[in-house]
């Protein structure tokens, strides 16, 4: 009996990790047929339904702030590894086996927000006592010899890594993420889409971009504010931000108000997909959202940053565009290229095309692959 544990902090079933711990669940339940495993999840709060292919161990010490709350958690569920065989974290936990890094190098994301804060800002951020914390607790994960495995889900991120640690690069593994291709799918627009337009007041010949992330800062909306508003297009917001009365505010100085629709979270933003023409994602510092394979899924060319990394799957001006996530002019000519219906058409054609191989069924054999790989080690 082979006794494994998945660590994820906090357990949301809508949280793009959350869903990739639940491929990595099924992958495992299905290596039950050649292995005998006995699964644990290690979590502070589970929000999952019950499960009898695995259990679930809560580790919830008290926390008074953002150091205190990833020491405690890491400490609580570092307690239980020798318990286990195998350890696979989505969390910065030194000591375990395999850490899947979703939220990319932390070093290379405040490198990245340095560019849009101001210089005392950036001072700031770099020394203050979480990041450095956050920083120093990767740097003890990723060159610890517990470590066997590391799966990125871009090259963009699996080069980060190699760079900023000792890392033999044979153990980094790049894994894409899957997308549901029945849900997300280029019908949308035939339905869904048109009933969200009328809905918003949008006419039929409109150019439509749509814009999916919450945590606006660092998803780019502001460069995608200022974009927009050099061109006709109307822009659809779905996600949701503290700071959201701020983005409306700029959308009016730029003089495009009535051209951005503020949609907050959305429980199916599935129908969102069916109401654009493209896809606009300029990103401070993403490994790889899965909101640009459901884009894509859905028929829609995508307009996303070098800092992306989404864009190693763009093939510029086949299904995309790619440029620098500050570089307005850029982005205002990917969004007018968009006004094109048939050119729109045809880059969401590809853009299906693209996708097509990212399947939950790649994504279960790839990591099975990997686990009778240091399984049988």
Same mark, same amino acid.
């Given at each position: 009996?082979?006794?494994?544990?998945?660590?994820?902090?906090?357990?949301?079933?809508?949280?793009?990790?959350?869903?990739?711990?639940?491929?990595?669940?099924?992958?495992?339940?299905?290596?039950?047929?050649?292995?005998?495993?006995?699964?644990?999840?290690?979590?502070?709060?589970?929000?999952?339904?019950?499960?009898?292919?695995?259990?679930?161990?809560?580790?919830?010490?008290?926390?008074?702030?953002?150091?205190?709350?990833?020491?405690?958690?890491?400490?609580?569920?570092?307690?239980?590894?020798?318990?286990?065989?195998?350890?696979?974290?989505?969390?910065?936990?030194?000591?375990?086996?395999?850490?899947?890094?979703?939220?990319?190098?932390?070093?290379?994301?405040?490198?990245?927000?340095?560019?849009?804060?101001?210089?005392?800002?950036?001072?700031?951020?770099?020394?203050?006592?979480?990041?450095?914390?956050?920083?120093?607790?990767?740097?003890?994960?990723?060159?610890?010899?517990?470590?066997?495995?590391?799966?990125?889900?871009?090259?963009?991120?699996?080069?980060?890594?190699?760079?900023?640690?000792?890392?033999?690069?044979?153990?980094?593994?790049?894994?894409?993420?899957?997308?549901?291709?029945?849900?997300?799918?280029?019908?949308?627009?035939?339905?869904?889409?048109?009933?969200?337009? $009328?809905? !918003? +007041?949008?006419? @039929?010949?409109? %150019?439509?971009?749509? *814009?999916?992330?919450?945590?606006?800062?660092?998803?780019? &909306?502001?460069?995608?504010?200022?974009?927009?508003?050099?061109?006709?297009?109307?822009?659809?917001?779905?996600?949701?931000?503290?700071?959201?009365?701020?983005?409306?505010?700029?959308?009016?100085?730029?003089?495009?108000?009535?051209?951005?629709?503020?949609?907050?979270?959305?429980?199916?933003?599935?129908?969102?997909?069916?109401?654009?023409?493209?896809?606009?994602?300029?990103?401070?510092?993403?490994?790889?959202?899965?909101?640009?394979?459901?884009?894509?899924?859905?028929?829609?060319?995508?307009?996303?940053?070098?800092?992306?990394?989404?864009?190693?799957?763009?093939?510029?001006?086949?299904?995309?565009?790619?440029?620098?996530?500050?570089?307005?002019?850029?982005?205002?000519?990917?969004?007018?290229?968009?006004?094109?219906?048939?050119?729109? $058409?045809? !880059? +969401?054609?590809? @853009?299906?095309? %693209?996708?097509?191989? *990212?399947?939950?069924?790649?994504?279960?054999?790839?990591? &099975?692959?990997?686990?009778?790989?240091?399984?049988?080690?």
């Amino acid at each position: 009996m082979i006794k494994l544990a998945i660590v994820r902090q906090k357990y949301r079933p809508d949280g793009g990790a959350e869903r990739f711990v639940a491929s990595a669940l099924s992958a495992l339940s299905q290596q039950k047929e050649d292995q005998q495993l006995d699964i644990t999840v290690l979590t502070r709060q589970w929000q999952g339904a019950e499960n009898p292919s695995f259990h679930v161990e809560v580790c919830d010490p008290f926390k008074w702030g953002r150091v205190s709350r990833e020491r405690g958690f890491a400490r609580a569920a570092q307690k239980h590894f020798s318990s286990f065989d195998l350890v696979q974290s989505h969390e910065r936990i030194p000591g375990c086996t395999i850490y899947r890094a979703g939220d990319g190098v932390h070093k290379c994301w405040l490198e990245h927000r340095s560019r849009i804060i101001s210089d005392a800002q950036s001072k700031r951020m770099k020394s203050d006592r979480f990041h450095r914390y956050v920083m120093d607790a990767e740097k003890q994960m990723f060159e610890h010899p517990q470590l066997k495995a590391v799966i990125c889900n871009s090259h963009m991120v699996k080069e980060e890594v190699c760079r900023e640690f000792a890392i033999d690069p044979e153990s980094v593994h790049v894994i894409y993420n899957s997308v549901n291709q029945e849900k997300f799918n280029p019908t949308l627009k035939q339905a869904e889409g048109l009933k969200v337009r $009328e809905e !918003l +007041g949008i006419g @039929a010949g409109a %150019t439509v971009m749509l *814009f999916v992330g919450s945590g606006f800062e660092r998803k780019g &909306l502001a460069a995608s504010l200022e974009a927009v508003a050099a061109t006709n297009a109307h822009l659809i917001v779905v996600g949701q931000d503290k700071q959201e009365g701020k983005y409306q505010q700029k959308a009016r100085d730029l003089g495009c108000a009535d051209r951005v629709h503020f949609m907050g979270m959305q429980r199916d933003s599935s129908r969102f997909y069916g109401a654009a023409d493209g896809f606009i994602l300029p990103t401070i510092y993403d490994p790889f959202p899965n909101v640009i394979l459901e884009a894509m899924a859905s028929g829609l060319g995508v307009i996303t940053s070098t800092s992306c990394g989404g864009a190693e799957i763009i093939e510029e001006g086949q299904n995309g565009y790619c440029c620098d996530a500050l570089d307005i002019p850029a982005l205002s000519s990917a969004i007018n290229a968009f006004s094109d219906k048939g050119h729109a $058409e045809s !880059l +969401g054609m590809m @853009a299906r095309e %693209t996708i097509k191989p *990212f399947t939950s069924e790649r994504l279960t054999n790839q990591l &099975l692959s990997l686990y009778s790989q240091i399984l049988n080690t």
